[in-house]
């Protein structure tokens, strides 16, 4: 069998449409030398391309890419969502975590609404005294890889053999909470099984992505909300000070 390392670039699409600014992103991944040059610095003989839309849900096609690759021999899956922009250089990036053959690692993005939290969460984010029972966001990541009990695939690098270790399909599902989530979406179970056969799921912040809709929704949202509940909570207006501080987002359309 052969140990080369092989990585199946997956976009997971199930929306009635596809962002410019998405599109873009993905040309951009692949422009000039970016794929041989990925290549080359992490020792992969190929990065393969698979666009999965034939199911409705994203769990089933999660599910269908894992397949693929299985059933075409690589050793990495590299998910992203049809709903994102990564950075030019996210190849070589999020494959350099391919040295560890037992980490799972995603790209720093936020979700689209308000408080703009990390895709990143972790029971010891729990706040002190907090009665709620589920994982709390990673708000303070900092610059450096840290580790936490889920992430999101909107741009998620997950070594083949995590599949065989956790067991038969499904692998990604959508799942009830008893714990107050009436619907838990299908990267919480696979994280938790993955960490349960002794895989280790990490957060890389220095791989900024975002989420495409009217807007990029990215981190600086969370940064600009997290500064007006301060000055909310201490009385104080949203001076031009804080709003710097806050680095308050450019408007960028998506067409």
Known sequence: MSTDKRCLVTVCHNGPVVFTETVRS??????????????AAHGFAEIGFYWAKNFPRVDAMRDSAVDFAKREGFTHVLFLDADMVWPTDTLEQML????D??????????????????VAMGDRFREEGSQVDHFYYALDYGTELIEVDVVGMGCCLIPLDVFDAIGPRPWFE????????????????????????GY????DPTVKCG?????????RW??????????????????VEVMKSAQPPESVTAG
């Open 200 to 203: 280790q799921v990490y957060l």
């Open 101 to 118: 053959p037992t980490a799972i690692v995603s790209g720093l993005y936020v979700i689209r609404t308000p408080p703009y939290s990390p």
């Open 96 to 99: 350099r975590h391919a040295a």
């Open 222 to 239: 969370h940064r600009r909300y997290q500064a007006s509940m301060k000055a909310s909570s201490a009385r104080v207006p949203m001076t």
């Open 211 to 219: 989420h495409a809709q009217v807007q990029i929704i990215d981190e």
């Open 26 to 39: 993905l040309v951009e991944l692949g422009f000039g030398n970016r794929v041989d040059s990925a290549k």
């Open 174 to 197: 959508y799942k009830n909470d008893d714990h107050g989530w009436p619907l838990v979406t299908e990267d919480v179970p696979f994280c938790l099984k993955a960490k349960a056969a």
